[in-house]
């Protein structure tokens, strides 16, 4: 659910690599024939080696696909989908990054680490029944390495994104008043830069605090885009559509689920029965932070919401 605050998809490179080699699950030893173990401990071994291929270098990320496995058991693969799979970052404990920075573009290698490393920065309860302290378990990483996205290309990407960015926040008053403009509505915005657009005023009971409320919803961007609804007719029309999701009304108490403050604002005492549009700047939603693929900084949302039952 898109509109509640909680919710946190943007993830730097650097925290995705430690939680994808802090958090898998633990294997057996296995054989270790074939492998050489450098002197911090980590096992290596090179199916396939081209040196003169790029090496990775310290802050690279890593292209190409990766399997994670618990002896012949996969726990995680991108096999035929190769995308950006780690950061070379070094770390004595963490001990992939190092082999990691010993790849060139077109090696294939595994590298296995010792699960009691990983142990440490989990709960107990996130490892698996099968897991032993001090029995030698190993985690193990297949990496095929496909291209490098250096150092300075992510400094690179990272100022025109920053750019993109502020060219958006910029934009953002006059996209809505194009969408404003080009949707005939009439209807004046608050002193925040809200719109609520009344379409049909019911007669039932008023959202109000600690009020349990129900409502369908469809979310959508500027451009019609359609990132979330609890009605199916209307997800099936967007990217979103899940046809193993359950589609039902929205049900939460008023006050205490935080929703974002344009939602809360725009349906505050409007009774039920109410259908409603809301125009909801990013000022009032997510701001400067990047929700989804879809959701990207300073989104102005659109909210066709329908109160079924307030009590």
Known sequence: MYIKNNMKKSIKMAAMFVAATTMMVACNSGDKEGFQKTENGLYYRFDKQNPKGQQVQEGDVLVGEMTIRFDTIELFSNKGDAR????????FEIKIGEGLMMMHVGDVATFAMDADTAAKYVNPGQMPPTYEAGKGQKIYYEVSLQDIVTSEELAEERENFESSMEQRMKSEPDDIAAFVKENHITAKPTA????????????????????????????????????????????????????????????????????????????????????????????????????????????????????????
């Open 192 to 311: 925040d830069g809200l719109y609520v657009i009344v379409k049909k005023r019911g007669t039932g009971a008023k959202v109000a605090m600690g009020k349990e409320v129900s409502m369908n919803y469809t979310g959508r961007l500027l451009d019609g885009t359609i990132f979330d609804s609890s009605v199916e007719s209307d997800a099936r029309a967007g990217e979103i559509y899940n046809p193993q999701r359950k589609y039902e009304p929205m049900t939460y108490t008023v006050g205490k689920d935080k929703l974002i403050e344009g939602w809360e604002q725009g349906v505050m005492n409007m009774p039920e029965g109410t259908v409603l549009q809301l125009i909801i700047p990013s000022a009032l939603a997510y701001g400067p932070r990047q929700m989804s693929n879809q959701i990207l900084p300073y989104s102005p949302l659109v909210f066709d919401i329908e109160i079924v039952s307030v009590k």
């Open 84 to 91: 950006r799979i780690a950061q070379a970052i070094p770390n």
